[in-house]
């Protein structure tokens, strides 16, 4: 089918745009100095306050041999002081990974490791987690100009700075690290102009302005939650700053302190409808909500019916994914929708569908989503060949999505690569398959999702040696400290063989028909 794009000239959205992520606050620091910028329990910056903490943690990044072009880690929780060493790896035209303090050893040191980067700082005073990591890799805890109990982790006098480009198209802001299909991590590179028209995007057909308040509780180790900051600072909003996920706290937030804007997976609606439930409240407060939000996993109509009866809201599916900064479409407030369709394409995508074999397909039928436009990754760091892989000599890049288009609304249907979405975070099932065979007993192992309750379960199914005594509760004590609990399967099931083709490929749609009702002859151990 021919391409289809948003009515909106891209054009005319980018003038004005910031080269900078940082300098998305420059006109309200000169216009709006006292507006509150960000603000946590027991906190708040206004605009003057963040522009010039920004400079101060700058210079100290800079003194402890931080340089352009660097790849710099940060350990952390949402916060402020994760915001505000964001913003300041920008201000050095360094490149910022933040992790997420609950990734295992593994799984921090493969990003380290991989990126190649100049130094760790860690959140200690606001992850214990973060707090384990830093006494881990010997990271002093000191001050950085305004934020306190940070740690500084080793100078790594081997790390090559990236070259600079002024081309805000061309600089990388962050690297956002995925474990890819390969199981082997995936730094996705995102550039500043990728996540400033993504940003400007969704703010504009969410119509904010400097009267919104955003619960910011999606992780900024992830892509979302970044988008959400800086379409945020852009407007001269405010973002309430969470750094766990507390249904309770989230329901007093929203009935007390003016939030105006939520966004969250599946799995944040249920919890805070399971809260309003167990806690005997008669009807959530709406407060001063004006929007909710909804992406990252399939959407159950029942969940969506329930969550806007409760707040008298549509609820505004959408669709997105790292590699493109993540926006690609979504349901307008002005003109929702009943069903599970994730809306238009966001202004300035071009979408189009095509069979696996990359042949235009017959209008309204089903295939693979590609996207093009300014949003889309400049590629995967140090990577050619993956990249080349996913995005076309044209700039078409290949979602491994399947989808369809009704008119212009836009259906996510299923997916032709295996990720697995588990509460709004990507689990990609060779990563796991990677930490269950490294397991002595493993012949072999394979891992696929099973829906549950508008979100995705992880299941193992694992071939152990002949005689061998390990019990599915044995591996999840061998998997527990290897896998951020995300990653973790709800199931291992221990089976005689593995269903496989003649060639001994594993036959992973066999194993995801069992577990829809044919059930195999299995001992299993559910995570508690």
């Not at 890799?137 to 081997?158: C, F, K, S, T, Y």
């Not at 707040?311 to 790292?322: A, D």
């Not at 491994?400 to 009704?406: C, N, P, S, V, W």
């Not at 005689?496 to 299995?522: F, Q």
Request: aromatic share 4%.
């Amino acid at each position: 089918m021919a391409g289809l794009s948003a009515p909106i000239n891209i054009d005319e959205i980018a003038t004005g745009l910031s080269r900078r992520i940082h300098e998305v606050m420059a006109g309200h620091v000169a216009n709006v100095p006292d507006q509150i910028a960000l603000v946590e329990d027991g906190a708040s910056w206004s605009y003057r306050d963040l522009d010039r903490r920004v400079t101060e943690i700058a210079a100290v990044l800079s003194s402890l041999g931080v340089r352009a072009g660097d790849r710099m880690i940060i350990v952390s929780e949402n916060g402020i002081a994760l915001a505000g060493l964001l913003l300041a790896t920008s201000r050095l035209d360094a490149w910022a990974i933040v992790a997420n303090p609950r990734l295992s050893a593994r799984e921090l040191d493969q990003i380290r490791d991989h990126s190649g980067a100049r130094r760790m700082f860690f959140s200690a005073s606001l992850s214990k987690e973060a707090a384990a990591h830093a006494s881990r890799l010997g990271a002093e805890i000191r001050h950085l100009g305004p934020l306190r109990d940070i740690g500084v982790g080793p100078l790594n006098e081997n790390a090559i700075a990236e070259p600079v480009e002024s081309d805000p198209a061309k600089q990388v802001a962050v690297l956002i690290y995925t474990s890819g299909t390969t199981g082997t991590p995936k730094g996705v590179m995102l550039s500043h102009d990728n996540l400033l028209i993504s940003a400007k995007t969704t703010a504009l057909i969410r119509k904010m302005d400097r009267d919104d308040k955003i619960y910011l509780v999606l992780p900024i180790s992830h892509i979302v939650g970044v988008s959400l900051l800086i379409m945020t600072l852009m407007v001269g909003g405010t973002a309430r700053m969470v750094s766990k996920y507390d249904p309770a706290a989230a329901a007093k937030a929203i009935a007390d302190e003016g939030v105006t804007i939520l966004n969250g997976v599946p799995a944040t609606y249920q919890r805070l409808l399971e809260y309003k439930s167990i806690s005997g409240v008669q009807q959530l407060a709406r407060g001063s909500l004006r929007l909710i939000a909804v992406a990252g996993a399939p959407l159950d109509l029942n969940l969506k019916s329930r969550v806007e009866k409760e707040f008298g809201l549509p609820l505004l599916n959408g669709y997105g994914i790292t590699e493109c900064s993540p926006g690609i479409s979504g349901v307008r407030f002005d003109a929702p929708r009943s069903d599970q369709a994730v809306g238009t394409l966001l202004p300035g995508v071009e979408g189009r569908i095509r069979t696996i074999d990359g042949i235009p397909t017959s209008k309204g039928d089903v295939g693979e989503l590609h996207v093009r436009g300014r949003n889309v990754m400049l590629g995967y760091y140090r990577a050619p060949e993956l990249t080349a892989k996913v995005i076309d000599s044209e700039g078409w890049f290949n979602t491994g999505d399947l989808a369809r288009f009704d008119g212009d609304c836009l259906y996510i249907v299923g997916r032709t690569k295996e990720m697995i979405i588990r509460s709004g975070f990507n689990v990609y099932p060779a990563e796991v398959e990677a930490v269950l065979s490294s397991h002595k007993d493993v012949v072999q192992s394979a891992v696929v999702g099973r829906a549950a309750d508008g979100n995705e379960e992880i299941v193992g199914f694992v071939q152990l040696l002949p005689g061998s005594l390990m019990t599915p509760a044995d591996l999840m004590n061998f998997i527990g400290p290897q896998l951020t609990s995300y990653k973790r399967p709800s199931e291992i099931i221990v089976l005689d063989a593995l269903p496989a083709t003649s060639t001994g490929k594993i036959l992973k749609h066999k194993l995801a028909e069992s577990l829809r009702g044919e059930a195999l002859p299995a001992q299993t151990a559910p995570i508690r």
